[in-house]
């Protein structure tokens, strides 16, 4: 009777060691169907490669896929530990063999979120940030743009953007003079209308702008157009050339240093001869005959041009 209760003992205890508790089997069943449902929403992998700031949206965005799903904190760590490739998931399997397995089973999600950010965001760098926040201007920037950079720099000053008032005055101290300058006058409670004020006087100044651009464009075209080259100097210069008989530089007749007066050829001034032939015993107003030619007096294309003395200057002669 011994020898068959001990037989008994020893076949229910290999009973209960194959057969596993029905609350694991219930838990695997659990872990597997959150796991099945994670990958659903097709989270995207890290490797670790990517710099600080995509280490952070990657955190958003498996906490994105958190809220919609009933997990504890173990199976969020499982669900993301198959998202650590390459470099990021080499470093984390070196993390875990330095964990005991108690430790490893009561890691939360807080605690492997600093983990993930102390290694790639770490906190020298996160404060640098914070510091680019606080000097922060929309300067030559967009209004779209700087917009864009606020909100991502806030997050990393969590402390002066905790209230809707505080966030408006940050954003309306770090906009252009000529924005913060019109909206001074005004006291926003809420980031939703500083923002709103802001984009409308923007695209007030762009419009206003592009006018006075078209007004100055079409000024210069209507300078510029047909009528272009008949001013007061191009007539001057047409008329000149006419003159001449050429419109070449090289052509035009300097006045004579002797007598002051525009001529070619030999200057007669002050040697008591005629000042259209050359002769003596006459002036230039008492001569009929046809001039002779002088030397240079014939241009090209044209008949030769004489210059007679003023009367003050015949009657002197």
Request: hydrophobic share 30%; with cysteine.
């Amino acid at each position: 009777m011994f020898e068959d209760l001990l037989k008994a003992v020893q076949d229910l205890g290999r009973q209960e060691t194959q057969a596993p508790p029905q609350n694991v089997q219930t838990n695997s069943n659990t872990t597997s169907s959150v796991v099945e449902q994670f990958r659903r929403y097709k989270p995207p992998n890290f490797n670790g490669m990517t710099g600080p700031l995509p280490a952070e949206e990657w955190i958003r965005g498996l906490e994105r896929i958190f809220k919609h799903l009933s997990c504890t904190d173990a199976q969020k760590v499982l669900c993301t530990e198959f998202m650590l490739v390459d470099a990021a998931g080499h470093w984390w399997e070196s993390a875990s063999r330095t964990r005991t397995e108690a430790q490893q089973s009561n890691l939360t999600w807080a605690r492997f979120k600093e983990e993930v950010m102390e290694k790639y965001f770490p906190q020298a760098l996160r404060d640098r940030k914070e510091t680019e926040f606080l000097q922060l201007k929309q300067g030559k920037m967009a209004l779209i743009d700087y917009e864009r950079k606020f909100e991502q720099l806030s997050r990393y000053a969590t402390h002066l953007v905790d209230t809707e008032q505080k966030k408006a005055r940050r954003f309306k101290l770090g906009l252009h003079p000529k924005i913060a300058g019109i909206m001074a006058s005004h006291e926003f409670t809420t980031y939703s209308q500083v923002l709103q004020r802001a984009h409308a006087i923007s695209n007030r100044l762009e419009i206003d702008q592009t006018t006075r651009e078209n007004t100055e464009f079409s000024g210069k075209r209507k300078w510029n157009g047909p009528n272009e080259g008949k001013g007061n100097g191009q007539n001057k210069r047409t008329s000149f050339e006419r003159w001449s008989g050429s419109s070449k530089p090289n052509n035009i007749v300097t006045p004579c240093p002797k007598c002051n007066k525009t001529h070619r050829g030999e200057c007669w001034y002050g040697k008591n001869v005629c000042y259209r032939c050359g002769k003596h015993g006459h002036i230039a107003t008492n001569f009929h005959d046809p001039p002779p030619k002088r030397d240079n007096e014939q241009s090209k294309g044209g008949t030769a041009r004489v210059f007679a003395l003023t009367r003050q200057e015949e009657t002197d002669n």
